[in-house]
């Protein structure tokens, strides 16, 4: 590779570093030809963007955007280096894990992970990463607890005007009870019809 080539590959890894705020830096080293095409194929499908580049290479292009806020991964420059590219910071992390489960081993290697600042390093950062919350679930998440006293506020309040509607119906049809007349419960007793006079008795005839 020239020297010139070497720049424009500089180039091209400092506008990948620039563009996104988290990139995974993975061995793919014993990886065959089919399987590198393979994970190529999961990025694609994932909207991850995939670089091999050497290690000299990759260091120099971070170096030439900011050389402290990279320090963190430069010990991870090792090897045969595969960079993931993503704008979900956890979307690499299921690729490499999914990859894995499907082909039964443990390839590609996570060697480093730079999250918006934060560098997460060693494999076993792996299944960490893939529990990471999104930017989107993150406001998802406070958006459900910003409403959850809304509502509780809002069932109380319909609890309340139920209970004064109860209040109001209650009130209303007190005073139309009292004022409604009271019903006799038994008719008015008949007067009993008077007894027939016995007739009097002839008085005897004198002699």
Not at 40 to 68: P, S, W, Y
């Amino acid at each position: 590779m020239t020297k010139q080539e070497k720049n424009e590959v500089i180039e091209v890894l400092k506008g990948k570093f620039s563009q996104y705020n988290n990139f995974y830096i993975t061995d793919t080293e014993s990886l065959t030809v089919a399987q590198v095409s393979n994970l190529r194929r999961h990025c694609f499908n994932k909207q991850v963007e995939m670089k091999v580049a050497k290690n000299t290479l990759i260091r120099k292009a971070l170096e030439g955007i900011d050389a402290d806020k990279y320090t963190g991964v430069y010990d991870s420059l090792h090897k045969v280096t595969a960079l993931l590219f993503s704008e979900n910071p956890k979307e690499p992390a299921l690729i490499l894990a999914g990859f894995r489960k499907e082909s039964k081993g443990e390839k590609p290697v996570l060697k480093a992970a730079f999250i918006n600042g934060d560098v997460f390093v060693g494999d076993n950062q792996l299944v960490a990463l893939t529990k990471i919350k999104t930017k989107n679930e993150l406001i998802g998440e406070v958006i459900g607890l910003l409403q959850s006293p809304i509502q509780r506020v809002l069932g109380a309040l319909q609890n309340k005007d139920a209970a004064k509607a109860v209040e109001a119906v209650a009130e209303v049809a007190a005073p139309v009870a009292e004022a409604a007349p009271a019903v006799e419960a038994a008719a008015p007793v008949a007067e009993a019809p008077a007894a027939p006079e016995a007739p009097a008795a002839d008085a005897p005839a004198a002699e």
